[in-house]
């Protein structure tokens, strides 16, 4: 697969590089993290680096988790956007911003951006998001990136069970064509 390279007036979204690891620690270890995805917390460099490894060998796979880093035109990595394999036939975007730079719109314009690209290089007319329904701001980016809420309640997070929001876009584009 061609290796990916998205680029707003803003920031790049593009592939992982070993020269990321110290800033997957840092950002992987704020609170909202820790809360909403504690399973993407890296607690020391060497598990960041076993990650980001991971993230390299994901890219040569067909059907592998695809994360891409955010990487500000200013310089820092400030998180990631993925689209990640739920089964056979469908996919979810997941996205993370660090704590210090919510609030201004990124990851609704890194969700805006990647989903068309992401959607067509896999082939797909509809992605899910799933978050917590505690997650206020997740839902928010979501809606501005018009994801359809299709269940609010219990439901399967993280292999438990939790009050979550799952939406799906669909690309209205493909769908027309079929």
Partial sequence: MKKLFIETDRFVITEFDESMVES?????????????????????????????????????KDRAPLVYPIILKSGPNIGYVQAVPLNDVDWEIGYHIAK??????????AVKTFLSIVMKRLNINKIIGICLQENVASCKVLEKCSFVLEHSGVGNYQGESRKICRYTYYDQDSLART
Wanted: aromatic letters at 14%; hydrophobic letters at 30%; zero cysteines.
């Fill in 100 to 109: 210090n730079y919510t609030g201004n719109g990124y990851a609704t314009e």
């Fill in 24 to 60: 997957v620690h840092i950002n992987s270890l704020d609170e909202d993290n820790r809360r909403f995805v504690p399973d993407e917390v890296f607690e020391t460099i060497e598990k960041a680096q076993q990650m980001v490894q991971t993230f390299l060998g994901w890219y040569k």
